[in-house]
């Protein structure tokens, strides 16, 4: 199971940008998917969660400006991030309950980070 992310980059103060981030391999089904970052000289941090039914949670520094959606037709999680803020510089990670085929096992699985960068 791979998870590959995509949509970082530089953006100025306020302004957005649209992470996504697709499962592909060996997947029987998907439970939960989330975006986690982590800034420079800090340790990995939660940003934002979703289930299967969609049932989300959110970091209390990015509610109502992050929202957090997914596709399970396209086994892909996206992060809108509006209003963004210097503060929000980080790698961010997605992450993926994975149930692989002709496995009852549940794994945890990461993508490579895609570096977002805000500029004041």
């Known amino acids: 199971v791979q998870l590959q992310a995509s949509g970082g980059g530089l953006v100025q103060a306020g302004g957005s940008l649209r992470l996504s981030c697709a499962a592909s391999g060996s997947i029987f089904s998907i439970y939960g998917m989330g975006w986690y970052r982590q800034a420079p000289g800090k340790q990995r941090e939660l940003a934002a969660t979703i289930t299967s039914g969609g049932s989300t949670n959110y970091a209390d520094s990015v509610k109502g400006r992050f929202t957090i959606s997914r596709d399970n037709a396209r086994n892909t999680v996206y992060l809108q991030m509006n209003t963004l803020k210097p503060e929000d510089t980080a790698v961010y990670y997605c992450?993926?309950?994975?149930?692989?085929?002709?496995?009852?096992?549940?794994?945890?699985?990461w993508g490579q980070g895609t570096l977002v960068t805000v500029s004041s």
């Open positions: 992450n993926a309950e994975v149930r692989i085929s002709g496995s009852f096992r549940v794994m945890n699985y």
